[in-house]
């Protein structure tokens, strides 16, 4: 499994921007997607992003609009702009990484073989 590690979580107040990063280590990352999940308290986890090798992007319809996932592939890195913040976007945001995954199987967290720690985003009112 790749290690996984996400940064740039925090405290913003709503309608504010935050900008998310995960850096996978522990093996090269050719024909990986990654995805962005996130875990509210008492929630399951949901898919929120997630970008292919290609760099194709897919987005859940909450955050569609708002949210802007990138990828830099020679530094292993995957990026989640987050603008537009609302307090129901509190979670603790998780990356996650899958080779060969496509279509609507990228959403399911199942498909996922290697995540990260996670890093809290809280959304004030």
């Known amino acids: 499994q790749a290690q996984l590690v996400e940064s740039g979580g925090g405290l913003v107040q709503a309608g504010g921007s935050l900008r998310l990063s995960c850096v996978g280590s522990?093996?090269?990352?050719?024909?990986?997607?990654m995805g962005w999940f996130r875990q509210a308290p008492e929630k399951e986890r949901e898919f929120v992003a997630a970008?292919?090798?290609?760099?194709?992007?897919y987005y859940a319809d909450s955050v569609k609009g708002r949210f802007a996932v990138s990828r830099d592939n020679a530094e292993n890195m995957v990026y989640l702009q987050m603008n537009s913040l609302r307090p129901e976007d509190t979670a603790v945001y998780y990356c996650a990484a899958q080779r060969n995954l496509y279509g609507s199987r990228l959403r399911e967290r199942a498909n996922y073989d290697s995540w990260g720690q996670g890093t809290q985003v809280t959304v004030s009112s």
């Open positions: 522990g093996r090269t990352f050719t024909s990986y997607t």
């Open positions: 970008i292919t090798w290609g760099g194709v992007t």
